[in-house]
C-alpha cells in the first residue's frame, strides 16, 4: 500500500525557512514523479514543484526561486526547501506521487497518492 507521510511544517516568521518531508512507506519513489502541492483555506489547490525520474523540475511561478524540490531515492524521501517565506505562503502543503510520470507537471489531478499535509503559516 503507497503511504506518504509529510513533516517539517510549522510557524515561521517571513523571510525565514523551512524544509518540508515526504517519506514514501511500501514502494520506492525513484521510478515515480513527485509533487508539492498546496492550499489555502478559501483557495484552489495550487501545485508548487514537481520532479521526475532523472531530475527534472518544474516550479509555481510564485516559488521560483525560493523553493527547491530533491528527491533522495535512497532515503523514499521528497524534500521541498522553502526560502524567503511569504505570508502568502502560508497553506496546507501535501506531496503527492504520479506513478504514469509521463512528463513533470503540477496538475494535480494526475497524481494517484497524496499525503495528508502538514501546515505551514508565515506570519509578517
Known amino acids: 500500500q503507497v503511504q506518504l507521510v509529510e513533516s517539517g511544517g510549522g510557524s515561521v516568521q517571513a523571510g525565514g525557512s523551512l524544509r518540508l518531508s515526504c517519506a514514501a512507506s511500501g514502494h520506492f519513489v525513484s521510478p515515480y514523479c513527485m509533487g508539492w502541492f498546496r492550499q489555502a483555506p478559501g483557495k484552489e489547490r495550487e501545485g508548487v514543484a514537481a520532479?521526475?525520474?532523472?531530475?527534472?523540475?518544474r516550479y509555481a511561478d510564485s516559488v521560483k526561486g525560493r523553493f527547491t524540490i530533491s528527491k533522495d531515492n535512497a532515503k523514499n524521501t521528497v524534500y521541498l526547501q522553502m526560502n524567503s517565506l511569504k505570508p502568502e505562503d502560508t497553506a496546507m502543503y501535501s506531496c503527492?506521487?504520479?506513478?504514469?510520470?509521463?512528463?513533470?507537471?503540477?496538475?494535480?489531478?494526475?497524481?494517484?497518492?497524496w499525503g495528508q499535509g502538514t501546515q505551514v503559516t508565515v506570519s509578517s
Open positions: 503527492a506521487e504520479d506513478q504514469v510520470c509521463l512528463a513533470v507537471h503540477l496538475v494535480g489531478s494526475v497524481y494517484e497518492y
Open positions: 520532479i521526475d525520474v532523472i531530475g527534472r523540475t
